[in-house]
């Protein structure tokens, strides 16, 4: 399951259907593209293509917001000799579109700063929608998008706050700067996203392997999925398939493959796809003979017995293989020729809710309208099943148990499908409601942001946030026959812009200082011009850097880029103020010493960056810091 809006993935795609693209797997990490005639080339070349514009984007930014040329030639080479952009950029990944868009936006929104002065005349008008438009694109790359809606709208609540403190503008001008930015702002990136996401189903109607992790209703847009229209009456001696409610609906499930502990009877499961083995058939206890309809109601007490084999579905006071802990008990099928099954295998059926325009699934069991829990009358414990995966031995299905004192929605279940020969050929039947576009653009983004929750696995190149802005470790990309790409930024980039945040607080906490005791130094308005675009910069890194302390998932260098975006601008606007006082060609010379410093830096690590041949020897003495894991020893000495 991608956990991404799809954007940055359906540009690449784009770009590779037009070049030839034809049926490849790009979910493994080093596949053969050669092989299959992947052309990487054009894919590799629009990633690469987007991040080089982020080059004369913040040159651009940096002049737009009005300071020199020798600080926008820092700031745009700053970028292109950093090599952890570098590295990102000449692979086929998602980060340089998702940078390339943050950095026009913050163009976009610049040049529409610099109009305040003309409101409501075309080039605000354009620069404000352009700005929204941004925005949208943004967010549809990567959620990260967000951290930028965030920072533009810090800037626009300022902006609206002074238009709002000045006496001087009528209530209907500011009523009017508070719809346009609402609408561009707001509205506009929302519907850009919808947008985005409408494309993505159209371009992506057929059923695939990661329809496991939506619901059925959404499955049954799709095509080739086989459409569900089952009786909706469930009576006894009824084949059923039941299904999982809380995690995205897979099948209860047995084969006949046995538990290696416990019981060591045959495994019950919980399987995503519609199988044979799903089949369960609800029979009376003891196997009562049935002579006509009879349905199933709240409070019956049934046996489940497994379709492709004389078991039924049993639990017992003792504790599951993977699950071992006292208020879990096992699951198993359980049976043998001839036998009507023992207390072991009763089952009560309590309704837990129905459908409101089903009045008797309330009552009864009825085909995907009642959901309800099966509880096991000896030991009072619930069928349960949640995301823990058996091992190999399982074949990595979902575990079921049976909890004691469970949370309700794990436990809860339904049936999708039944047969049953008493019924008659015209009996009513029921299928799932087919979802339009909000349900399912709602529901996959539900979907994703769990998917994304739930990234808390290790991993041996992870890092946290805190390591980031120092450049403690990188991303061991790829590896093979003595060369290797690893991911790592330019250290002198990194610390310089680090450096210069700091510097920015200690200057901003010295003048509050001075302007608390009362002691004034005049700078007129050149003061408030470097406070507002260094302020707007470090807003910038603060908002696409801080949230990801919040985040418990696995985290990567590469999160960081757009934060270091902000923080190279926010180093050459301290920059242009360190030589204010410089001439021009001075300025330039400045630039330069800060330039060769920024190349030595990159070259050092060119062999990472671009996975050259190296030697051993050069390899260490580029690990400037100790917590720096490339890997020396596959190096010639």
Known sequence: MDVHPP????????????????????????????????????MRLFCGLTGLLVVP???????????SVASGIVAALMICYDNGLIANNRLILLDPPLLFFTACTTLAWINFYNQRKRPFRTWWYFWLIMTGLGLGLTVSCKWVGLFTI??????????????????????SVFTRHFVARSLCLIVLPILVYMIIFQIHFHSLPNSGEGDGFMSPEFQQTLDGQASIQSPIDIAYDSRVIIRHVATRGGYLHSHPHYYPGGSKQQQVTLYPHRDENNWWTIKKVKDANVTSLEYIKHGDIVTLKHSDSVKRLHSHDVRPTVTSLDYHNEVSAYGFDNFTGDANDQWRVEIVEGDSYDPESKHKLRTINTKFRLIHTMTQCALFSHSVKLPEWGFDQQEVTCIKNGKLPKTIWYIESTENTFLPPDAEKVSYKR?????????LNQVMWESNNGL???????????SWPLLRRGINFWSVNKRHIYLLGNPFVYWASTVSIFIYLMMKGVFSILDKRGIKKDFGDLRKFYEESAGFFLIGWCLHYF?????????????????????ILLFSVGFDLATIRLTNSRRMIAAAVILIAVDYAYRVFIPITYGEPWTQSLCEKAKWRSTWDFDCNQYAS
């Open 547 to 567: 949230p990801f302390f919040l985040m418990g998932r696995q985290l990567f260098l590469h999160h960081y880029m757009p934060a270091l975006y902000y923080s």
């Open 150 to 171: 965030a920072t533009i709208g810090v800037s626009t609540i300022k902006g609206l706050w002074d238009i709002w403190g000045n006496t001087r503008v009528p209530m």
């Open 57 to 67: 984007i913040s040159y651009f930014t940096m002049r737009g917001v009005g300071h």
């Open 7 to 42: 954007l940055a993935k359906m540009l690449i795609a784009l770009v590779g259907k037009l070049a030839g693209l034809d049926g490849f797997d790009f979910k493994e990490i080093g596949k053969d593209y050669l092989q299959d005639n992947v052309p990487y080339v054009p």
């Open 435 to 443: 979802l339009g576009f909000l349900g399912k653009f709602f529901e």
């Open 456 to 466: 808390t696995s290790s991993h041996p190149y992870d890092s946290r946030p805190e």
